[in-house]
């Protein structure tokens, strides 16, 4: 039977996917319902059902390591969405230079995670870090701030380096948005006598919502399975603090050697992305809407 064209043109294309994701997504999903360990290949065909997944219900640093992980998706989008916007109105008010600023603007989402990770860790280091340098040769702070090690800073500094990071993400959409907007519904505004936080409040900010959702959208997937720069600068420390999913499900499954287990937490994390990601959808789809 001859194929048509069309599926003869796509057909290399579908077996090079199906390789490299549908094979290893498949047998991934087979080992979660395994007690597969690394270091005993045989127990990859040993099906135990959902027992890894009802055994995670019980597991108390599965679920310290989620909440960890809405909590820290959570701060970071927020603080990045309100950053990313204030950057954004800003360079939008630049007349000279506007080209040079977002050059410069996008120079952080540049770097890899792992380079900002150990940036950031060598900034922070308690002893020959240039952050504590500053405050003991500006403010006079003689103790050195454990940025990296104390429990209730790590998680700090971890966000830091992460909006650090990827502000410039949330700027740059939000500013093709400021400059793809028609200026005569704020010239109307102004006629009516709207000051310049009403014209935000009811002319900006309802069009650039469509540019906020997407760009939510994007960073909530990035930072729900934030590795590189947790396994860098704590890995997990310290004592857990910052342990995130995807530090542990690493953690679990090569250091431990527990790949069923470790592909079971993987699945049950992804749906914490499908949730977002559907949560964020439904929000563009309603600003879509109310701009008609």
Not at 80 to 87: A, I, S, T, V
Not at 89 to 110: A, K, S
Not at 169 to 185: E, H, T
Not at 254 to 267: K, L, P, Q, T
């Amino acid at each position: 039977m001859r194929l048509p064209t069309p599926i003869k043109l796509l057909l290399p294309a579908v077996l090079v996917l199906s390789f490299v994701i549908a094979l290893p997504l498949l047998l991934s999903a087979w080992s979660s319902l395994t007690p597969y360990k690394l270091t005993k290949p045989a127990t990859l065909w040993h099906f135990i059902g959902w027992d890894n997944y009802l055994a995670l219900f019980s597991n108390e640093d599965y679920w310290w390591a989620f909440g960890r992980t809405v909590f820290f998706l959570t701060v970071v989008l927020n603080l990045e969405l309100l950053l990313g916007l204030g950057l954004a109105l800003l360079i939008n008010e630049v007349t000279r230079g506007q080209r040079v600023l977002r050059t410069v603007l996008m120079f952080p989402m540049m770097f890899s995670p792992i380079l900002v990770g150990f940036q950031f860790k060598f900034m922070l280091n308690d002893n020959t870090g240039v952050v504590n340098y500053l405050l003991h040769q500006w403010f006079g702070v003689e103790q050195a701030v454990p940025w990296l090690v104390d429990a209730s800073l790590a998680l700090t500094s971890l966000a830091v380096a992460e909006i650090w990071n990827s502000t410039s993400v949330f700027a740059i959409l939000l500013l093709a948005g400021l400059m793809a907007m028609p200026k005569d519904p704020l010239e109307a505004a102004k006629v009516d006598g709207c000051n310049a936080w009403q014209s935000f409040r009811h002319v900006t900010l309802p069009f650039l919502m469509p540019f906020i959702w997407i760009a939510m959208t994007i960073r909530s997937l990035d930072i729900g399975r934030a590795f590189d720069i947790v396994k860098i600068m704590t890995n997990g420390g310290p004592g857990g603090r910052t342990e995130l999913l995807w530090t542990l499900l690493a953690r679990v499954g090569y250091e431990d050697a527990r790949m069923g287990v470790a592909n079971a937490m993987g699945y049950v994390a992804i749906l914490l992305s499908i949730g977002f990601t559907i949560h964020f959808f439904n929000k563009l789809q309603t600003a879509r809407e109310h701009l008609g």
